[in-house]
């Protein structure tokens, strides 16, 4: 499409580089939808301490008024609670005396659920004094906000505890503790119900996802035949002997070549570290800004180029603006109403239909990169694609042997943030799912497989090449496929998180090249695609200090952050 509004022209590398890499760092994240199980393997484990953790509903009535629910978490010892509602234990709340309930006392406890302070000795021994009391459950009141995780001390048994224990976060056990000191009635229901297989959000998502994708293609390869034909008007109308003069013109695409792939993804997994590292409330508040300036940046690039369509005389005119140069009428009357949007959004993002509008700007984000930003061929998406793959895998699945963690899932949680995730991402609340939430998939997820179904398109429509015959429909299919089993995954690992790139890129890319090469155009694919030229010398030191200069801003801007946050 034409129409740009003249935004992009006015872009440099170096600041779209760093745009792009904090959008695909934060995230090539995992497809997620929120674990119920909470186990891992490095709580100890030992016989009679062995239960999985697990998520758990704690609902609530105060002098018979149902309360909000909150959300605890199993202990390794004891009883497994129900995940059915109705076998599930239900009974009037009390206090334990003393608080921290370490020490057996004659009174009686018969029926009731106990609520104790964490602290003062071992989290069986609570259990077994509160059981020896004939209580039938245990409620610990943390000393922070986190589930913290009960197990048993080394060499410790607890076969003999028959009930189950729920440590709570502190907030929650003060809220119950002083209606119990105000003397009003609590009762307590404690339930873990299961996730069921399949909910609507993914197939939202899956939609979502493999149209932003098809929309990004064609706009892509729309934009790329205009261009070629405006070329070769403009070429016929020049002599003869200045034509080579007019092939320096500037582009409004950036193609992407094996250096800048590699240091792409290694700025990402710097970032990343340093996002588990220092996040907080101070650092996600920036993301959000950051993620509000692209969202108006995308939102206004697309809308102007739709709206050029339909009134082609107002997207034709300009007008000059200070520092940002001519820009479009039709630019100027739409950014005021991107701001707008992208402003309540962030002022409004905790309201429940707020996702709506996350992900309105962040599609228009992803579809104005991948008309940007573009892959020359099959070998530079071999190399981008593949780091991205292993890339996944390690800072999923092999971080955890070094953090004691993974590292893409605790930042996707928002652990570090009192839950709040990072914005880079689409997201659908899951309707049928008991403990709400939201299944979500990261901008990384969608863009760099985006980037290669995108080149699918434009060279089927450069060499005419008919949908069978071409090579987009197999791998926007791989995509679609891809994606479908990273859900499937998804709901058989019971909810935890999952690298889609690891289904992905074997289902896209391996797709196009097994084909290419049964069809024999794999050569034309890997070192031409649609484009003859071979980058110049210089124009890859240019690239290499664009994104060293990236580099630089992200080590400085985190620097100063994480001062900030140490103060």
């Given at each position: 499409m034409t129409g740009n509004g003249g935004c992009l022209k006015t872009m440099s590398f170096s600041v779209f580089v760093l745009v792009l890499c904090i959008i695909s760092v934060l995230l090539v994240q995992p497809a997620w939808c929120g674990d119920i199980s909470h186990d891992d393997d490095y709580a100890p484990k030992q016989p009679g301490c062995e239960n999985p953790f697990k998520l758990v509903k704690v609902r609530n009535w105060i002098n018979?008024?149902?309360?909000?629910?909150?959300?605890?978490?199993?202990?390794?010892?004891?009883?497994?609670?129900?995940?059915?509602?109705?076998?599930?234990?239900?009974?009037?709340?009390?206090l334990a005396h003393p608080h921290t309930g370490c020490s057996y006392t004659s009174e009686k406890l018969t029926g009731n659920i106990v609520l104790v302070e964490r602290g003062n000795c071992t989290f069986t021994t609570k259990a077994q004094v509160a059981q020896a009391a004939g209580a039938v459950a245990v409620l610990v009141k943390n000393d922070k906000e986190e589930l913290y995780k009960m197990v048993c001390d080394e060499n410790e048994t607890s076969s003999d505890i028959q009930i189950p224990s729920v440590m709570l976060p502190k907030s929650v056990g003060r809220t119950l503790e002083n209606a119990l000191i105000a003397g009003k009635r609590v009762k307590v229901l404690l339930y873990s119900p299961?996730?069921?297989?399949?909910?609507?959000?993914?197939?939202?998502?899956?939609?979502?996802?493999?149209?932003?994708?098809?929309?990004?293609s064609l706009w892509s390869a729309w934009s790329a035949k205009e261009a070629a034909m405006e070329s070769y008007r403009k070429l016929k109308e020049i002599p003869e002997g200045f034509q080579n003069e007019e092939k320096g013109e500037e582009s409004d695409v950036i193609d992407i070549n094996i250096i800048s792939a590699l240091l792409f993804m290694f700025l990402a997994s710097v970032f990343l570290v340093l996002l588990y590292l220092f996040m907080s409330d101070k650092f996600l508040l920036v993301l959000i800004i950051i993620f509000c300036i692209g969202g108006v940046e995308g939102l206004q690039t697309c809308l102007v180029a739709l709206l050029s369509r339909w009134f082609p005389r107002a997207g034709g005119k300009y007008v000059n603006v200070p520092y940002f140069g001519a820009v479009s009428v039709l630019t100027l009357l739409v950014s005021p109403f991107c701001i707008i949007c992208a402003t309540l959004w962030a002022v409004y993002r905790h309201i429940s239909f707020a996702w709506i509008a996350q992900n309105t700007l962040g599609i228009a984000l992803i579809i104005t990169v991948l008309q940007i930003v573009r892959l020359p061929n099959i070998k530079v998406s071999?190399?981008?694609?593949?780091?991205?793959?292993?890339?996944?895998?390690?800072?999923?699945?092999?971080?955890?042997?070094?953090?004691?963690?993974?590292?893409?899932?605790?930042?996707?949680?928002?652990?570090?943030?009192?839950?709040?995730?990072i914005p880079m991402l689409l997201k659908v609340p899951r309707i049928y799912d008991p403990w709400g939430g939201y299944s979500i998939i990261g901008f990384g997820d969608i863009l760099l497989p985006g980037l290669l179904v995108s080149f699918a398109l434009r060279y089927d429509w450069e060499t005419r090449k008919s949908l069978l015959k071409g090579y987009f429909l197999w791998t926007i299919s791989g995509y679609g496929i891809g994606l479908f089993i990273t859900y499937v995954a998804l709901n058989l690992m019971g909810g935890n998180g999952q690298p889609a790139l690891l289904y992905v890129v074997p289902c896209t890319l391996g797709t196009i090249v097994a084909l290419s090469w049964w069809r024999k155009d794999l050569k034309t694919l890997w070192s031409k695609g649609e484009s003859q030229k071979l980058p110049s010398v210089s124009a890859g030191c240019l690239e290499i200090c664009s994104a060293l200069r990236c580099f630089l801003v992200l080590c400085i801007f985190q620097l100063w952050f994480s001062l900030l946050v140490y103060e």
């Open positions: 018979g008024k149902e309360e909000l629910n909150y959300v605890g978490i199993s202990a390794r010892f004891g009883a497994v609670v129900e995940d059915v509602k109705q076998e599930a234990h239900s009974a009037p709340l009390v299961r996730r069921p297989m399949v909910d609507v959000a993914e197939v939202f998502l899956w939609l979502m996802a493999v149209g932003t994708i098809l929309c990004a071999t190399v981008l694609l593949s780091c991205a793959f292993f890339y996944d895998i390690f800072w999923v699945f092999i971080s955890p042997f070094i953090f004691k963690e993974s590292v893409m899932i605790v930042v996707a949680r928002g652990d570090k943030t009192g839950g709040e995730g």
